[in-house]
């Protein structure tokens, strides 16, 4: 099998997922056209200022790396981790922090990072638990959102993709640790999550 990613056969970019992979939702290069809009228009609104973006991890380290390098100022960067899911695809509500921050955000300008949200409990909990660090400023970066799900209203002021409320794999987004590393965005046959 070709394992260019570019054949009609192999669409997969990792041979041994393709036989998962339900349909492609957004390709590699519409993801990373949308982050560079994304970090020119970051760039504008934070000129003259020193930016801290905070990642969620885990899945938020595949849009830090690539949406920072188009953030054209100085940035420093913090994680954190905290798990909400496990192997299971619906969430739990209940939030953990895994790891804490490492960088005092009292007086700090600060983005906050997430790869998706979906029913919004997660980002909800992380904005009130950072809110009273006492940020200067403190705003959201969601490379995907799931619009129909979302139970409660979180203030999103970057938005990258507005999805279907449907699980998706890829670019940093996990099923059971797995498809992380696929650069575009998928759906799973129904038969993975049976297994
Ligand atoms: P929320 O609390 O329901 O908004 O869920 C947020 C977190 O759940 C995200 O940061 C992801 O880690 C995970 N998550 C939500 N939807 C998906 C999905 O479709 N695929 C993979 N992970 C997801
Ligand atoms: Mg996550």
Redesign the pocket.
């Known amino acids: 099998m070709a394992g260019d990613g570019r054949t009609a056969t192999f669409s997969g970019h990792v041979a041994e997922y393709e036989q998962d992979i339900d349909r492609i939702l957004i390709t590699g290069g519409d993801i990373q056209d949308r982050i560079r809009e994304l970090g020119e228009q970051i760039t504008e609104d934070y000129r003259g200022r020193e930016l801290l973006l905070v990642g969620?991890l885990?899945?938020?380290f595949v849009v830090m790396a690539d949406l920072s390098r188009h953030i054209r100022l100085p940035l420093q960067f913090d994680f954190m981790a905290?798990s909400?899911?496990g192997a299971a695809?619906?969430?739990s509500?209940v939030?953990r922090i895994l790891k804490d921050l490492d960088i005092d955000l009292e007086g700090r300008d600060v983005l906050l990072v997430?790869?998706?949200?979906?029913?919004?409990?997660?980002?909800?909990?992380l904005l009130k638990n950072l809110r009273t660090r006492r940020p200067a400023t403190l705003e959201v970066c969601a490379l995907?959102e799931?619009t129909e799900?979302?139970?409660v209203d979180?203030d999103i002021r970057y938005r990258g993709f507005q999805?279907p409320p449907?699980?998706?794999?890829g670019y940093g987004?996990?099923?059971d640790e797995r498809y992380r590393n696929l650069p575009y965005l998928a759906t799973l046959k129904p038969e993975v999550y049976a297994g």
Do not use: P, R, W
């Open positions: 969620v885990k899945g938020a905290v909400s899911y695809t619906k969430t509500g939030v997430e790869d998706i949200v979906d029913s919004g409990l997660t980002l909800q909990y995907f799931k799900v979302q139970e979180v999805l449907v699980f998706v794999v987004l996990d099923f």
